[in-house]
Antibody, heavy 125, light 107 residues
Framework: QVQLQESGPGLVKPSETLSLTCTVS????????WSWIRQPPGKGLEWIGY???????NYNPSLKGRVTISVGTSKNQFSLRLSSVTAADTAVYFC???????????????????WGRGTTVTVSS | DIQMTQSPSSLSASVGDRVTITCRAS??????LNWYQQKSGKAPQLLIY???SLQSGVPSRFSGSGSGTDFTLTIDSLQPEDFATYYCQQSHNTPRTFGLGTKVEVK
């Protein structure tokens, strides 16, 4: 059974770079898409982006080029870096697996089926 | 970006009630619609994917329907453990987007 666990600093200073790692256990990172999602206090969910195990990435344009997601296959981990953070980046950050189901040739459906517990990151001086 | 509009934003219900939550996409997303349940302080959990497919291990009282732009999550016979916030999410394209959530509270 695949499990995910986020790790990283809980406090980041404004203008600095937030760095988080997600460790995948019980399965291989060498398939599926690996995602980051965040949730500001008291608010809804925001998709940050994902990486395919091959290294292809897709990011939310709302984050204006501040995001980098990378994979370290040797350690079954993937990481998030968010630069130039402000108080608006304070949130619970979740990593998740995005799985693909094929129902018929050419018909693919994607969903987040395994989530980490989340880690709280506060941006404050 | 595809905007996802959920309604209502909150509702009050009793154990045993049938609950219906709707989600509307700003453009057609076929059946690329997922539903998640989130309890306070916990990560979201997948309930329904591809609009109507029940995720393994999820009770059969949860069901989903719809296609195109209009979708529904139904909970038959609400149980005490179902009081939570529910989110829809489109996976038709990127960026993936979520609805703002529907909080199901005790009446």
């Amino acid at each position: 059974q695949v499990q995910l666990q986020e790790s990283g600093p809980g406090l980041v200073k404004p203008s600095e770079t937030l760095s988080l790692t997600c460790t995948v256990s019980g399965g291989s990172i060498s398939s599926n898409y690996w995602s980051w999602i965040r949730q500001p206090p008291g608010k809804g969910l925001e998709w940050i982006g994902y990486i395919y195990f091959s290294g292809n990435t897709n990011y939310n344009p709302s984050l204006k080029g501040r995001v980098t997601i990378s994979v370290g296959t040797s350690k079954n981990q993937f990481s998030l870096r968010l630069s130039s953070v402000t108080a608006a980046d304070t949130a619970v950050y979740f990593c998740a697996r995005e799985r693909r189901t094929v129902t018929a040739p050419g018909f693919y459906y994607y969903y987040l089926d395994v989530w980490g517990r989340g880690t709280t990151v506060t941006v404050s001086s | 970006d595809i905007q996802m509009t959920q309604s209502p934003s909150s509702l009050s219900a009793s154990v045993g009630d049938r609950v219906t939550i709707t989600c509307r996409a700003s453009e057609s997303i076929s059946i690329s619609l997922n539903w998640y349940q989130q309890k306070s302080g916990k990560a979201p959990q997948l309930l329904i994917y591809a609009a109507s497919s029940l995720q393994s291990g999820v009770p059969s009282r949860f069901s989903g329907s719809g296609s195109g732009t209009d979708f529904t999550l139904t909970i038959d016979s609400l149980q005490p453990e179902d009081f939570a916030t529910y989110y829809c999410q489109q996976s038709h394209n990127t960026p993936r987007t979520f609805g703002l959530g529907t909080k199901v509270e005790v009446k």
